[in-house]
T-cell receptor, first 114, second 114 residues
Framework: AQSVTQPDIHITVSEGASLELRCNYSYGATPYLFWYVQSPGQGLQLLLKYFSGDTLVQGIKGFEAEFKRSQSSFNLRKPSVHWSDAAEYFCAVGGRNSGYALNFGKGTSLLVTP | KAGVTQTPRYLIKTRGQQVTLSCSPISGHRSVSWYQQTPGQGLQFLFEYFSETQRNKGNFPGRFSGRQFSNSRSEMNVSTLELGDSALYLC?????????????FGPGTRLTVL
């Protein structure tokens, strides 16, 4: 069975501080991994994706994520958070085993304080 | 290039009624997927259509159905609405049903069942 766990429901960081959002997955084959962001009342925007190759992937808005197969993790990072980064972040896994449907984590809500 | 559009954006129905939601994918995209987002269950995959054929289906009752037209536009229908069907319904399009193709999400249709 495939699943995605985002252990942190809420995270609060100060503007300018670094950020790491955790994501662990369970998948029976080579996973395709994604991070999406959702602002209130909006749809999902793709931040970055991992299919293969370099395990450190760069995304939009200064985000990056590192795929660690041994830990079944795909954590999202940003060196310096801006107030506009406040949103809901979703990790998702997909691939051949799921017919390429995305299996999402429950999300992490990010609050940025001044 | 226009993004994924969904109509209507908001909908209020009463229990027992049926509803049809519409999704227009990005031009050239042939795969359309539907997801249900609720506070309790998070984002859950409903079904995916490619070239007018349903290729994948999530674990939802038969009251949820969909279809895709020759121009790739898609509709989903929910019959005999229940209170628990209140949710944000998100449509996503991609070039093909492949894990190598990212899914682009629309803003969603907010359905409220009274």
């Amino acid at each position: 069975a495939q699943s995605v766990t985002q252990p942190d429901i809420h995270i609060t960081v100060s503007e300018g501080a670094s950020l790491e959002l955790r994501c662990n997955y369970s998948y029976g084959a080579t996973p395709y991994l994604f991070w999406y962001v959702q602002s209130p009342g909006q749809g999902l925007q793709l931040l970055l994706k991992y299919f293969s190759g370099d395990t450190l992937v760069q995304g939009i808005k200064g985000f990056e994520a590192e795929f660690k197969r041994s830990q079944s993790s795909f954590n999202l990072r940003k060196p310096s958070v801006h107030w506009s980064d406040a949103a809901e972040y979703f990790c998702a896994v997909g691939g051949r085993n799921s017919g390429y449907a995305l299996n999402f984590g429950k999300g992490t809500s990010l609050l940025v304080t001044p | 290039k226009a993004g994924v559009t969904q109509t209507p954006r908001y909908l209020i129905k009463t229990r027992g009624q049926q509803v049809t939601l519409s999704c227009s994918p990005i031009s050239g995209h042939r795969s359309v997927s539907w997801y249900q987002q609720t506070p309790g269950q998070g984002l859950q995959f409903l079904f995916e259509y490619f070239s007018e054929t349903q290729r994948n289906k999530g674990n939802f009752p038969g009251r949820f159905s969909g279809r895709q037209f020759s121009n790739s536009r898609s509709e989903m229908n929910v019959s005999t609405l229940e209170l628990g069907d209140s949710a944000l319904y998100l449509c996503a399009s991609s070039l093909a049903a492949s894990g190598g193709n990212e899914q682009f999400f629309g803003p969603g249709t907010r359905l409220t069942v009274l």
